[in-house]
């Protein structure tokens, strides 16, 4: 099981900043991605940004350039933390923002773990 609590979310003004930070907990062993979706009312849940193990972040094309993934984790695995740097922010980067896990089980396939979601508004 992989626990993940996402925070920093919030109001802010368009051209701001925030930083979303997703502490992931428990079994880290085979993960193979992480990332970040977004779903703002009435869509559909999107990709936001995505980070394979051991590579770079891959972005939705309209966050490109202004938001920035990054993770942190010790080296006994006792702290992974997952960053979202969100700069020049618009109106319609306003959704619920959340915390994405891939694990590879035992058997080859994959179970997706998922935090509660962090509210971002952008809006002046």
């Known amino acids: 099981q992989v626990q993940l609590v996402e925070s920093g979310g919030g109001l802010v003004q368009p051209g701001g900043s925030l930083r979303l930070s997703c502490a992931a907990s428990?079994?880290?062993?085979?993960?193979?991605?992480m990332g970040w979706y977004r779903q703002a009312p009435g869509k559909d849940r999107e990709l936001v940004a995505v980070?394979?193990?051991?590579?770079?972040?891959?972005?939705?094309?309209s966050v490109k350039g202004r938001f920035t993934i990054s993770t942190i984790s010790t080296r006994d695995s006792a702290k992974n933390v997952m960053y979202l740097q969100m700069n020049s922010l618009k109106p319609e980067d306003t959704a619920v923002y959340y915390c994405?896990?891939?694990?590879?089980?035992?058997?080859?396939?994959?179970?997706?773990?998922w935090g509660q979601g962090t509210q971002v508004t952008v809006s002046s």
């Open positions: 428990g079994s880290m062993f085979s993960i193979t991605a």
């Open positions: 994405n896990a891939a694990k590879r089980l035992s058997d080859g396939t994959i179970n997706e773990y």
């Open positions: 980070r394979s193990s051991g590579g770079m972040g891959n972005y939705a094309d």
